[in-house]
């Protein structure tokens, strides 16, 4: 009995500094469980109480490519690499919408999920890394799109559709370090609710979303791939349509680069942030 009271009169309490820190990564994981229910709350809750439901992840990118095929395709006369025109800008839809989604709705996720921030504590990387999920379901329905136009039009794609994963993931880092830069910046300034919206919308006429980029002055392709979602569009081009696509390298390394350093600076200001997240919102 004595020798039992002894071992545990010797047995210290220890904090240490910063361990939080170094266990943060592994609290990501042990809170999975938490990250699958924010994901699949959200999923439910933006086609709850609509009359056609999930159908709208498909009515929205039919119709915007309807539109473009029509305006650039049909008007404009402008180049489709070979392609049916309406595969070719859908082959840019996916990619995009997945991006802008990702944005609206990773700047919202820190103010929606206030109540939750405030009061407990797990890893706030979870927040927006569910919003970004969530947008990749949005992503994975509209490929039934692209599947029904390659139907349509007797498209066989080549061998290049199995380098698309890469392209893919490609899409989620931009998406991913993009997002937790918004989602950051709406906590500390609310502006940020009115000017994603007009980031969302200026990026769709800038990025090669209806048009092929090939129509850019060749001077100029360079400069324009500085927009990091022109090397994701254009990958997924070259991945969907085989053929006459062809990859501009060095505008495709440059936003290959720009891409993880957006993740990567996105993560870090992020984890900056995260202290003063439950104070500030």
Same mark, same amino acid.
């Given at each position: 009995m004595s020798s039992s009271t002894n071992i545990s009169s010797k047995q210290e309490l220890v904090i240490e500094a910063g361990r939080t820190e170094q266990q943060y990564w592994k609290d990501i994981w042990r809170y999975?469980?938490?990250?699958?229910?924010?994901? *699949?709350?959200?999923?439910?809750?933006? %086609?709850?109480?609509?009359?056609?439901?999930?159908? *709208?992840?498909? #009515?929205?990118?039919?119709?915007?490519?309807?539109v473009f095929s029509v305006?650039?395709?049909?008007?404009?006369?402008?180049?489709?690499?070979?392609?049916?025109?309406?595969?070719?800008?859908f082959s840019a839809m996916l990619p995009w919408q997945f991006f802008s989604n990702s944005l609206s709705e990773c700047s919202n996720s820190l103010i929606g999920n206030a109540n939750l921030i405030s009061k407990v504590y797990f890893p706030r990387l979870i927040v927006p890394t569910s919003a970004v999920v969530v947008s990749f379901v949005d992503f994975m329905i509209s490929g039934i799109i692209l599947l029904g136009l390659m139907a349509w039009y007797n498209f066989v794609p080549t061998w290049r559709i199995v380098t698309l994963p890469f392209f893919i993931a490609i899409a989620f880092a931009a998406s991913m370090g993009a997002g937790l830069w918004l989602a950051s910046l709406n906590v500390k300034y609310r502006d940020f609710r009115y000017?994603?919206?007009? #980031?969302?919308q200026f990026g769709l006429y800038i990025s090669p979303v209806g048009f092929s980029s090939t129509i850019v002055p060749d001077q100029w392709r360079f400069v324009y791939s500085l927009n990091p979602i022109v090397g994701v569009i254009d990958g997924f081009r070259w991945a969907i349509l085989g053929g006459e696509s062809n990859l %501009?390298?060095?505008g495709f390394?440059?936003?290959?680069?720009?891409?993880?350093?957006?993740? #990567?600076?996105?993560?870090?200001?992020?984890?900056?942030m995260e202290r003063t997240f439950a104070d500030v919102i």
């Open positions: 999975r469980e938490l990250f699958y229910f924010l994901a *699949w709350r959200d999923i439910l809750v933006r %086609y709850k109480q609509t009359a056609i439901g999930i159908a *709208w992840a498909l #009515i929205r990118p039919f119709l915007t490519m309807v305006v650039f395709g049909q008007l404009a006369k402008l180049p489709s690499q070979g392609a049916p025109y309406p595969i070719l800008v000017i994603v919206p007009f #980031i969302v %501009y390298l060095p390394f440059l936003s290959l680069a720009l891409v993880f350093l957006l993740l #990567i600076s996105g993560i870090w200001y992020f984890r900056k």
